[in-house]
């Protein structure tokens, strides 16, 4: 069975600083997804990762994935407050048919 | 449409009665795949359909769960004799398709509709 684990689940930040989320799982994969998802609201797709040492970057967020060591990173840069929301990677094993998610990282930056 | 739509965006029930929700995907999406997410917790796959048919049912938790798309298209999950923990959040997505060397594979969420089952 598929497990995907986030690190932290909780972060709480200032303004300004940098910070890396950590997505591990458990079975070969070579697709993983970061969303977004803020309170009371659905979720956002940030980023999709297809292939070993893809990396790809919007803004202030960088994800990037190894599929040999079974992880993939978030980086945020210079945070803002505009970022606290909960972001969840989202591992693919099936070629489509179903993502298995993460718990979600509860990011929240202070001013 | 632009998005996903799902309706109801809420709906209360009491326990033991019978809910459909409904979700209408991106025009064109010929994949629809039903998540639910309990507080605090990742989205849980339930069902994925390719077309009319389903997919993908292992995720349904039990025979109180069935989903139908009978025209390809609109997508209503049935939930037979509501539970207390049936109450979560139920999230519709929609992609081109699976993916492979023209599609990524992304998923596109609807604004959810949330059950709650007193």
């Known amino acids: 069975e598929l497990k995907v684990e986030q690190n932290p689940l909780f972060l709480s930040m200032q303004e300004g600083k940098n910070y890396t989320i950590y997505c591990n799982y458990s079975?070969?994969?070579?697709?993983l997804y970061w969303y977004r998802q803020d309170p009371g609201k659905s979720l956002e797709s940030l980023f999709v990762?297809?292939?070993?040492?893809a990396v790809k970057q919007e803004g202030r967020l960088m994800a990037s994935l190894d599929t040999k060591a079974r992880l993939s990173t978030l980086h945020i840069t210079a945070a803002v407050h505009d970022l606290s929301a909960t972001y969840f990677c989202?591992?693919?094993?099936?070629?489509?048919?179903?993502?298995?998610f993460g718990e979600g990282t509860q990011l929240t930056v202070n001013p | 449409g632009a998005g996903v739509s799902q309706t109801p965006s809420n709906k209360v029930t009491e326990k033991g009665k019978y809910v459909e929700l409904r979700c209408d995907p991106i025009?064109?999406?010929?994949?629809l795949y039903w998540y639910r997410q309990s507080l605090g917790q990742g989205p849980e796959f339930l069902i994925y359909?390719?077309?009319?048919?389903?997919?993908?049912d292992s995720g349904l938790p039990n025979d109180r769960f069935f989903a139908v798309r009978p025209e390809g298209s609109v997508s209503t999950l049935k939930i037979q004799r509501t539970e207390r923990g049936d109450s979560a959040v139920y999230l519709c997505?929609?992609?081109?398709?699976?993916?492979?060397?023209?599609?990524?594979?992304?998923?596109?969420f609807g604004e959810g509709s949330r059950l709650t089952v007193l």
């Open positions: 997505a929609s992609s081109e398709g699976l993916a492979g060397a023209a599609n990524t594979g992304e998923l596109f």
């Open positions: 079975t070969t994969s070579d697709r």
């Open positions: 990762l297809l292939s070993n040492g």
């Open positions: 989202a591992v693919d094993v099936t070629s489509g048919s179903r993502l298995t």
């Open positions: 025009s064109g999406h010929t994949a």
């Open positions: 359909f390719q077309g009319t048919g389903a997919a993908d």
